[in-house]
């Protein structure tokens, strides 16, 4: 149970295009979903938190249209890199939480995204 | 804020051996909940171990068990037994605790520790 898939899992774009990365809750319903990114060998940086039907919360520095965050579902919240460029290369994650019920408090991650602009 | 610090950045232990990862917080919090995360290769972010802070006894799951310090604010992972595929990143985690729901209650990840479990 707690499954968390992302789609792609790998992207490659050129600079200046859009990319959407989707991040689902399998077998269950995520009012929040977080947003990270890391860098090689590095932590996770928390991005943004994603709420289902209201504004995303996003973290000091992490510019809110640049990264477009939809939480449009209780099992889907989606990020858009707007007008990617090579520093915005990274490995992008997402995590959901339980809504409601026991454990509420434990993250449950996706495999994650390798997002490469060339 | 909050701040994790794992102060070990790569350690290595032999298969069948005994690892211990340490991982120091700090908080003004008292309610609160600690998590170890493993990063194996393919990247996938895999739950560990929990512990409540509220509970003084330490948290085990099979071969992994914390040493859980509220005083000392530790939080260590003692993993048992070393197998192969336990070679990961592992990242300790902080997360504070709302008399309410926590369903919006952010992480706040440690540096990691890289673990190299060898034959």
């Known amino acids: 149970g707690a499954v968390v898939s992302q789609h792609p899992s790998r992207v490659i774009c050129k600079s200046g295009t859009s990319v959407k990365i989707e991040c689902r809750s399998l077998?269950?319903?995520?009012?929040?979903m977080f947003w990270y990114r890391q860098f090689p060998k590095q932590s996770l940086m928390l991005m943004a938190t994603?709420?289902?039907?209201?504004?995303?919360?996003?973290e000091q520095g992490v510019e809110k249209d640049k990264f477009l965050i939809n939480h449009a579902s209780l099992t889907l919240s989606t990020l858009t890199v707007t007008s990617a460029h090579p520093e915005d290369s990274s490995f992008y994650i997402c995590s959901a939480r339980l809504a409601g019920g026991r454990r509420q408090e434990t993250q449950y991650f996706g495999p994650g995204t390798r997002l490469l602009v060339l | 804020a909050q701040t994790v610090t794992q102060s070990q950045p790569e350690m290595s232990v032999q298969e069948a051996e005994t690892v211990t990862l340490s991982c120091t917080y700090d908080t003004s919090e008292n309610n609160y909940y600690l998590f170890w995360y493993k990063q194996p290769p393919s990247r996938q972010m895999i739950l560990v171990i929990r512990q409540e802070a509220y509970k003084q006894q330490n948290a085990t799951e099979n071969r992994f068990s914390v040493n859980f310090q509220k005083a000392a604010k530790s939080f260590s992972l003692k993993i048992s037994d070393s197998q192969l595929g336990d070679t990961a990143m592992y990242f300790c985690a902080f997360m504070k605790q709302r008399a309410n729901n926590n369903a919006g209650n952010m992480l706040t990840f440690g540096g990691g520790t890289r673990l190299m479990v060898k034959p």
């Open positions: 077998d269950f319903q995520a009012t929040t």
């Open positions: 994603s709420n289902e039907g209201s504004k995303a919360t996003y």
